[in-house]
């Protein structure tokens, strides 16, 4: 199934057939389930989970980078980061940020908007203790998005700490963790041929339902 020809037939066959609004789960976070799902079984080498993830200081002046989804459900979308570095600044003084998937193997883009909060401590040292030893130090002697003298002093800062933790568990530095980004709006984009594309924006009510509307490609 998972064959390049395979896979090329899967993206002709949704372009073809495209999205339409009886496709769709009234639930937001269930259908970026199933096309999440879809993109992780396709995505071979490449990274489904890989998002850009816009964020604005307080004037407003945006930035982007990409950072990677770990989870997701009814709250929202968690990433971990550096609360120190400039996307982790950005969101201390305004909370809110986009995230944008985009996987050009099945022609497809979401974008999610919302306010962001940081996920509880519990959490980040639940996720920080299952990464690599390796990526922990680099966690915890980076000042992430900070000027730093060389690459030299980073590699020295990098062996005296792993030194200090010979196999045991290094703690989860209280500059690190996650952000949760609990969705407003969700829109799910199809390519279709002629560039006449799909598109389905989720917007959440003041009811705390889903409205489902079709936009202009
Ligand atoms: C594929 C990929 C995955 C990345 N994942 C993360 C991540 O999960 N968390 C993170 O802090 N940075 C991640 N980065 C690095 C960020 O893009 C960025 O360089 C860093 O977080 C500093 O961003 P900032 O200065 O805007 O805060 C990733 C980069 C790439 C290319």
């Known amino acids: 199934m998972d064959s390049n020809l395979d896979i090329a ?3 002709k066959e949704y372009t073809l057939h495209g999205l339409h ?3 769709l789960v009234p639930d937001p976070i269930q259908q970026f389930r199933t096309w999440f799902e879809e993109s992780v079984r396709l995505a071979g080498d490449r990274e489904p989970n890989a998002m850009t993830l816009a964020t604005a200081d307080r004037q407003g002046r945006p930035a982007a980078r990409i ?3 770990k989870g997701f459900d009814e709250r929202g979308f968690v990433f971990f980061t550096n609360y120190e570095s400039r996307k982790g600044r950005d969101l201390a003084e305004n909370p809110r940020a986009a ?3 985009h996987w050009p193997w099945l022609e ?3 974008q999610i908007e919302g306010n962001v909060a940081r996920v509880p401590h519990d959490e980040s040292q639940a996720y920080f203790d299952k990464r690599p030893l390796k990526s922990r130090v680099s966690a915890i002697i980076s000042p992430q998005s900070s000027p730093v003298p060389s690459r030299a002093e980073l590699e020295r800062r990098f062996d005296e700490v792993s030194r200090q933790y010979p196999g045991s568990n290094p703690p989860v530095p ?3 963790g996650g952000f949760r980004v609990a969705p407003e709006r969700i829109e799910f984009w199809q390519g279709r041929e002629n560039r006449l594309h799909d598109r389905f924006l989720y917007t959440l009510t003041v009811e705390s339902t889903w409205r489902i509307e079709r936009l202009g490609p």
């Open 108 to 110: 497809r883009q979401i």
């Open 99 to 101: 995230l944008n998937f």
């Open 67 to 69: 950072v990677l989804l």
């Open 174 to 176: 209280e500059f690190w």
């Open 21 to 23: 609004r009886k496709d």
């Open 9 to 11: 037939r899967l993206r």
